[in-house]
């Protein structure tokens, strides 16, 4: 795309199916609770319905380990994910909750997860690290992703941020991400507009091209 042809994009909301797809951030079994607590579910059981009826393609990118935690991240950090920090009375977990092949890994049933949708197991924050993500994209010819999930400012943030660095165009679905309500409030008010586009479910639905 020529410099030229970029400015006109910065203006215009069209979402094409031959150029759009929407990418589902660990939308699983395993934080069902979570994610039903949040609410989320519903916009994006329609967000999704309203992709398969224009043909925009699905990637599941769902979190996969190892039963034996051999593919773990290395990184060390000071607390877990509610702040808490490490130590004698709360150890890093050294194998996951659910291993590769679990029913708990999978998309949450309302999903309607099929063949025809596109699975991206991943070992990392991003779906991109270590995933065929980019290369399935770039097959189908895919310049803009749809970004919904959580936990915000984990897998879709780190998500949002490699796919900007590989000049990808970047819509964050703010009422179908969720998370902790400070960081995610955080991150669509003041990090994901200076970097891609924040829109809502109707929105994004509006703005697809039949």
């Given at each position: 795309?020529?410099?030229?042809?970029?400015?006109?994009?910065?203006?215009?909301?069209?979402?094409?199916?031959?150029?759009?797809?929407?990418?589902?951030?660990?939308?699983?079994?395993?934080?069902?609770?979570?994610?039903?607590?949040?609410?989320?579910?519903?916009?994006?059981?329609?967000?999704?319905?309203?992709?398969?009826?224009?043909?925009?393609?699905?990637?599941?990118?769902?979190?996969?380990?190892?039963?034996?935690?051999?593919?773990?991240?290395?990184?060390?950090?000071?607390t877990d994910s509610r702040f808490r920090p490490w130590g004698p009375k709360n150890k890093p977990p050294i194998v996951p909750?659910?291993?590769?092949?679990?029913?708990?890994?999978?998309?949450?049933?309302?999903?309607?997860?099929?063949?025809?949708?596109?699975?991206?197991?991943?070992?990392?924050?991003?779906?991109?690290?270590?995933?065929?993500?980019?290369v399935t994209l770039r097959s189908l010819g895919i310049t803009t992703i749809l970004l919904v999930g959580g936990s915000t400012?984990?897998?879709?943030?780190?998500?949002?941020?490699?796919?900007?660095?590989?000049?990808?165009?970047?819509?964050?679905?703010?009422?179908?991400?969720?998370?902790?309500?400070?960081?995610?409030?955080?991150?669509?008010?003041?990090?994901?507009?200076?970097?891609?586009?924040?829109?809502?479910?109707?929105?994004?639905?509006?703005?697809?091209?039949?």
């Amino acid at each position: 795309m020529g410099r030229e042809a970029r400015k006109v994009a910065y203006g215009d909301d069209q979402l094409f199916k031959n150029d759009t797809g929407l990418v589902i951030f660990d939308m699983l079994e395993c934080y069902r609770s979570a994610i039903e607590e949040a609410g989320t579910l519903p916009r994006v059981v329609k967000l999704v319905e309203a992709c398969r009826r224009a043909g925009l393609p699905i990637f599941f990118a769902r979190a996969d380990h190892r039963s034996d935690g051999r593919d773990f991240a290395l990184t060390m950090s000071d607390t877990d994910s509610r702040f808490r920090p490490w130590g004698p009375k709360n150890k890093p977990p050294i194998v996951p909750p659910h291993g590769s092949g679990s029913a708990m890994l999978m998309p949450l049933r309302e999903l309607d997860f099929s063949a025809s949708d596109f699975d991206i197991p991943k070992h990392r924050w991003s779906a991109f690290a270590g995933t065929a993500l980019d290369v399935t994209l770039r097959s189908l010819g895919i310049t803009t992703i749809l970004l919904v999930g959580g936990s915000t400012h984990v897998g879709v943030a780190s998500t949002a941020y490699a796919a900007r660095d590989m000049d990808y165009q970047v819509t964050v679905v703010r009422d179908a991400c969720h998370g902790f309500e400070m960081q995610k409030e955080f991150f669509l008010d003041h990090v994901f507009p200076r970097m891609c586009r924040v829109r809502t479910v109707d929105q994004v639905i509006a703005s697809i091209v039949p």
